[in-house]
């Protein structure tokens, strides 16, 4: 939409059909107020917001693009694009996470490339304040499925904290590298527990060109325990910078022993 005063914005509206139920209205609200604690150049910002009686709208600028998700059905990324979009999502989230903000549907489709090629973290309609136990904790199913952490799949009531996100973009980096998905079962359920419980198939298989650097920094983000995973975004952004600039990363595979603990936790 193009306002009188000139300047293009894009307004989130909730659909027709569930306007008046009162917990999509809230939803709305609870995302104006975490999004407009979070002023940073990889997030998208919020103009204003306001409600009436049956609905509520978010205003934000119109970014000239699309979604990865859409960015990928014309074709892939290049590996250097890939890893570089990435890391400033990581960016991103670092500082949300600093302001103990929690996404918690981190997925391509919420990643908008501009124009430029600037990634843009989009829909904190699921995000949650770290610090509120209340809302961090985690007993039902929120997100969508695919890009869930083992944590939020198995619907336990346990913290649910910044690292889920670390996660989710590591299944981001996976299904960008591989153009395929980490799990592919064939219903919610069975989805669910290969999340939960079976360990990912190796980028390299899928695809020969991954570096084993880059494939080390995927299987970390995406460890199934948490503090098996970058303990911050940053230090996954710090990693994947590392790898753009040809020096060390300092994620490491795990050892033989860390490997059948794994294979005794599954079992």
């Given amino acids: 939409t193009q306002p009188s005063i000139g300047r293009e914005v894009a307004v989130k509206v909730i659909r027709k059909e569930l306007a008046n139920e009162r917990g999509f209205i809230k939803r709305f609200e ?18 204003d917001f306001w409600r009436e009686a049956d609905n509520a709208y978010l205003v934000m600028p119109w970014l000239e693009g699309g979604s990865v998700a859409k960015r990928l059905r014309a074709g892939p990324l290049s590996l250097e694009e890939t890893v570089r979009v990435v890391r400033h999502v990581a960016a991103g989230l670092e500082f949300a996470h600093g302001r103990g903000v929690i996404h ?32 961090t904790v985690s007993g039902d199913l929120l997100g969508t499925v695919r890009y869930m952490s083992p944590e939020q799949a198995l619907a336990k009531r346990i913290v649910v ?24 079962g064939q219903d919610r359920q069975e989805l669910l527990r290969q999340i939960a419980f079976e360990e990912p198939r190796s980028p390299q298989r899928l695809n020969k060109a991954i570096p084993a650097e880059l494939e080390t920094i995927v299987l970390k983000a995406m460890a199934k325990n948490p503090a098996e995973r970058y303990d911050t975004a940053g230090d996954l952004a710090e990693d994947l910078k590392r790898f753009l600039e040809d020096r060390p990363i300092r994620a490491r595979r795990p050892t033989l022993v860390q490997l059948a603990a794994k294979w005794s936790r599954r079992h």
């Fill in 30 to 47: 609870a995302e104006a107020q975490l999004v407009a604690r979070l002023q940073h150049p990889r997030i998208v910002p919020l103009y």
């Fill in 104 to 135: 918690r549907d981190v997925k391509p489709s919420n990643v908008i490339l501009d124009n430029s090629g600037k990634p843009w973290i989009t829909d904190f309609g699921l995000a949650r304040i770290d610090s509120d136990a209340t809302l």
């Fill in 161 to 184: 904290d910044h690292r889920t996100d670390i996660y989710s973009l590591g299944v981001t980096l996976y299904e960008l590298l591989t153009l395929q998905p980490v799990f592919s």
